[in-house]
């Protein structure tokens, strides 16, 4: 049974930094491509960024250069760092996991497996 965790979210100041973690299960993880996704409040849930099982990372134009996308394969773990936060950042953030090794990154629908969200607030 796969289980993705998200943990870390929360309240902030706008120019401030959160880092988000997802503890994954049940799964060959060092293999698996992972994502972050956002969904913010009355609107779709959107791709933020994406790490290879190589470490190559793709992210969305808006958190390019704010946002670092990083894992740890001996915890099974994926990062999400998010710095110099802006209002408009704020959404509930959840994990992916992708069993193909070779697909689009940044489509929701080719991800298998999510985690159950975490909430991140930015105040301005």
């Known amino acids: 049974q796969v289980q993705l965790v998200e943990s870390g979210g929360g309240l902030v100041q706008a120019g401030g930094s959160l880092r988000l973690s997802c503890a994954a299960s049940g799964l060959a993880f060092s293999s698996r491509p992972m994502g972050w996704f956002r969904q913010a409040s009355r609107k779709e849930r959107e791709f933020v960024a994406h790490?290879?099982?190589?470490?190559?990372?793709y992210y969305a134009d808006s958190v390019k250069g704010r946002f670092t996308i990083s894992r740890d394969n001996a915890k099974n773990t994926v990062y999400l760092q998010m710095n110099s936060l802006k209002p408009e950042d704020t959404a509930v953030y959840y994990c992916?996991?992708?069993?193909?090794?070779?697909?689009?990154?940044?489509?929701?629908?080719?991800?298998?497996?999510w985690g159950q969200g975490t909430q991140v607030t930015v105040s301005s």
């Open positions: 992916a996991a992708r069993l193909r090794m070779s697909a689009e990154a940044d489509n929701l629908k080719n991800y298998d497996y």
């Open positions: 790490i290879r099982w190589t470490g190559t990372t």
